[in-house]
C-alpha cells in the first residue's frame, strides 16, 4: 500500500504530480456542484490535507458520499494549488479507496471539543484528537532526543529488570508478582511460603533501574536504563501515576556537582530538541492549552540554572512571606508549591536544589560531613517543579551498611550491592527523570494521565 505521508506532501509545491495519501477523515463537506471536500489526516504532523473527489468518482456514490468522521481511506490524485486560507496545497482525486468506515451514530470523536477528562474515557481513540496526537509527537521527539543525548555522551543502554526483589527506595509501595493462588496459597509457620512462588522469594515490579545501573557503571564507566518502573501508591492526583517509565543515567567517577552538571545539560537539550523539531505541535499547546508555554520552554533552554543548598532554598521560603498550603521547615521535603515559588518568584529560572536532609532521603545517598545531610539534587524547572532527582551513590561500605541499618534495610537481602563497595568502590553518581513529567512541562498539559497513551492509576486499569 504505496503512499506517502501527509506531512511531506504538504511541503511540496510541484503542482500537477501525482501522489497518493492515505489516513482518516476528520471533515466531509458536500457542494451543490457535485462534489466534496474531505480533511484526511494521518498523524505525521498536525495538519490534515484537502481532497476534492469529484461527483464523476465511479464510486461517489457508494463510498465517497459514506467517508464520516473517523472512517479510514486511501486518495490519490494530482497535486494541485490551494485557493483556501491556511495551505498552499490540496489534492484532486482521480482514485478514492474506501477502507474502514466509521458508524456516525456511534462515533464519539465529532466535531464538538471534548474535555481530557472525557478522552480518558475513550483512550483508545483519543488519539485521532489534535491534542493528543500532538502529545504523542512531543513524547516521541523527547524519547529519541534522549537517546541521541545519551549516546553522543557514550553512555551505554542498560535494560535493568521490569522484575526485582529489591526496593530501590525503601518506601514499600511495590506491586508484589506472584504466581501463587491468591484463594490457597502455601504456608509455613512464618505466614504465606513464598519458596513454592516462581522465582522461590517474594519479587515485584521495579520501582527504580538504578539499583542495577549501579553494577554495570561500576564497570563500563557510564550507563543509562529507560524503561516503565512501577509504584502501588494509592494516590489518585493529577501529577501521579501507578506505571511511568524513568530515564535514570548513572556514572562512575563522579560526584554531585558532576551530576548536576549532566542533568541541566539533559533538560536544555530535551526542550531545545522540542522547540527545533515540534514547531507545529507547540504552537497548539500555546495556543488552546497553555498560553506562554513557547516563552516558558525558550527561557529555559536559554537560561543558567542556579544552584542553591537545600538550607538555603528553605530561609529563602521562610522570610517569603507567602502563606503556602504545607509549612515550610528544615527537615521537611520541598513541595510542588515551594519549587514553583523558587524557579518562578524567586529566581524567574531553573533551580538546582542540593544537600537535602538524610532523614528523608533514601538509604543509597551520600553522607555529607555534616551529619545531616546528602548529596542529593532536585532539578526544578518553572510551572512543573522537581523534573529531576537524583543523588550521588554513597561509595564508602560502612556508611553506607549504616545508613542501611538507619533506614531498616535488610543488609543481606542487598548483599549484592554492599559487594559494589567491597571491590574496587569508587565515587559515582546519578538521577532519575520522569519521562511524563517533561511531557508534561514541554505540552502545558496539566494532568499526567493525558501524556502517557494508556494511564494505570488506583482502581484504572482499562484497556
Not at 132 to 158: C, E, I, K, M, P
Not at 351 to 380: E, I
Not at 395 to 405: Q, T
Request: net charge negative; charged share 30%.
Amino acid at each position: 500500500m504505496s503512499r506517502q505521508l501527509i506531512k511531506y506532501v504538504l511541503e511540496r509545491e510541484d503542482y500537477g504530480a501525482e501522489v497518493t495519501v492515505a489516513g482518516w477523515v476528520r471533515t466531509r463537506r458536500d457542494s451543490k456542484g457535485g462534489f466534496s471536500f474531505i480533511e484526511l489526516y494521518d498523524g505525521s504532523g498536525f495538519s490534515g490535507i484537502q481532497i476534492i473527489a469529484d461527483g464523476d468518482l465511479p464510486n461517489y456514490e457508494s463510498d465517497v458520499l459514506r467517508l464520516t468522521i473517523g472512517s479510514a481511506a486511501r486518495i490519490t490524485g494530482v497535486l494541485t494549488e490551494s485557493p483556501g486560507k491556511g495551505q498552499r496545497v490540496e489534492i484532486k482525486a482521480t482514485e478514492v479507496e474506501a477502507i474502514g468506515f466509521a458508524d456516525p451514530e456511534r462515533y464519539p470523536l465529532q466535531k464538538k471539543r471534548m474535555s481530557f477528562e472525557a478522552l480518558r474515557d475513550i483512550a483508545h481513540l483519543r488519539a485521532r484528537t489534535n491534542a493528543l496526537g500532538a502529545v504523542a509527537r512531543v513524547r516521541n521527539a523527547l524519547s529519541y532526543a534522549t537517546h541521541r543525548f545519551y549516546q553522543d555522551r557514550d553512555f551505554l543502554y542498560l535494560h535493568a529488570p521490569i522484575i526485582t526483589a529489591s526496593d530501590a527506595e525503601g518506601a514499600g509501595e511495590m506491586f508484589r508478582v506472584s504466581t501463587l493462588n491468591p484463594e490457597a496459597p502455601p504456608r509455613n509457620d512464618e505466614g504465606i511460603d513464598y519458596g513454592q512462588d516462581f522465582f522461590g522469594r517474594p519479587t515485584f515490579l521495579t520501582v527504580s533501574g538504578q539499583l542495577n545501573a549501579e553494577t554495570y557503571a561500576l564497570a563500563l564507566d557510564r550507563v543509562y536504563t529507560f524503561g516503565p518502573t512501577f509504584r502501588a501508591e494509592n494516590s489518585n492526583t493529577r501529577r501521579h501515576l501507578a506505571e511511568f517509565w524513568m530515564i535514570e543515567p548513572e556514572m562512575a567517577f563522579a560526584d554531585l556537582n558532576d551530576n548536576a552538571d549532566l542533568a541541566e545539560d539533559y533538560v536544555q537539550y530535551l526542550v531545545r530538541y522540542v522547540l527545533d523539531h515540534c514547531g507545529d505541535d507547540l504552537e497548539f499547546f500555546n495556543k488552546w492549552v497553555e498560553e506562554g508555554i513557547i516563552d516558558q520552554l525558550t527561557a529555559v533552554a536559554d537560561s543558567e540554572f542556579e544552584r542553591i543548598t537545600y538550607t538555603k532554598a528553605v530561609e529563602l521560603l521562610e522570610e517569603s512571606g507567602e502563606s503556602f498550603e504545607y509549612p515550610v521547615r528544615w527537615g521537611a521535603d520541598l513541595q510542588s508549591e515551594h519549587e514553583r515559588y523558587l524557579t518562578e518568584k524567586v529566581f524567574n529560572r531553573p533551580v538546582t536544589v542540593t544537600d537535602f536532609p538524610f532523614d528523608f532521603k533514601a538509604f543509597y545517598m551520600r553522607r555529607n560531613d555534616d551529619g545531616k545531610t546528602v548529596a542529593a539534587m532536585d532539578v526544578l524547572v518553572p510551572g512543573v517543579g522537581e523534573i529531576i532527582g537524583g543523588s550521588q551513590r554513597e561509595e564508602r561500605l560502612d556508611v553506607l551498611a549504616d545508613s542501611m541499618r538507619i533506614k531498616g534495610m535488610d543488609e543481606d537481602h542487598y548483599w549484592w550491592y554492599l559487594d559494589l563497595r567491597r571491590f574496587g568502590s569508587v565515587p559515582h553518581a546519578g538521577f532519575g527523570l520522569g519521562l511524563e513529567r517533561v511531557v508534561q512541562f514541554c505540552t502545558g498539559m496539566q494532568n499526567i494521565r493525558d501524556v502517557i497513551p494508556f494511564p494505570r492509576t488506583p482502581r484504572n486499569a482499562e484497556y
